[in-house]
């Protein structure tokens, strides 16, 4: 009885001591990154195929009105653009491997706009979390322009992540929940395709 009573305060001073941090251990490699490269259903559902990558939140950043709805930032006047938060496991994927893709997955070089969708809420950003994913983000852009893998110069933002809203329920998970819908066919579905045989 002793011996248990010994073992119960053991664990309970332990559980003190160290209070979050034991969770906190478990999850040291879970890092989040934030990209815009046109509509966020097509870019989610790019992200979300990914190993490594543990989710991928549509929502809405880098403007000036406080908790936009859709139709606000579709207007073009608040200032945001559609992103995607991606939460992942930096043992299993890198930043920078999540920054090539966001290279192939949309077409860099075109200011505010992403084929036939037009506003600055459909710009190409890099909003970055930290001092070293703001290093590692301007280099990856530097060496994509270098590398001449786009006939035009490259125009992606790179700015510090600020205020973020997450877009609405009905835009998460849109491609999953809508696989028939003209959008996820015609523009979301062939570009998976592409991206897959690369």
């Known amino acids: 009885m002793i011996r248990l009573v010994s073992i119960v305060l053991f664990l309970y001073v332990i559980e003190i001591s160290f209070g979050g941090k034991l969770e906190h251990t478990q999850n040291q490699y879970l890092e989040e990154a934030t ?5 966020f259903w097509c870019v989610e559902a790019v992200f979300e195929q990914l190993e490594g990558v543990m989710e991928v939140q549509a929502g809405y950043t880098g403007g000036n009105t406080k908790n936009p709805s859709y139709e606000e930032v579709c207007s073009g006047k608040t200032g945001h653009a559609e992103v995607i938060r991606v939460v992942f496991d ?46 590692i983000a ?31 329920d009905y835009h998460q998970d849109y491609f999953k929940n809508n696989p028939n819908a003209p959008y996820c066919q015609l523009v979301i579905k062939p570009k998976l395709e592409k991206l897959h045989h690369k």
């Open 35 to 39: 990209f815009g490269a046109g509509c």
């Open 90 to 135: 930096s043992t299993i994927i890198s930043f920078d491997s999540l920054l090539n893709i966001f290279w192939e997955a949309h077409d860099p070089t075109t200011l505010n706009r992403q084929g036939a969708d037009v506003g600055n809420q459909y710009r190409s950003a890099i909003f970055y979390h930290t001092e070293e994913q703001k290093q």
């Open 138 to 168: 301007e280099k990856a852009k530097a060496s994509a322009d270098k590398s001449k893998r786009y006939p035009n110069p490259i125009v992606t933002e790179i700015s510090p992540l600020r205020e973020y809203y997450p877009a609405e």
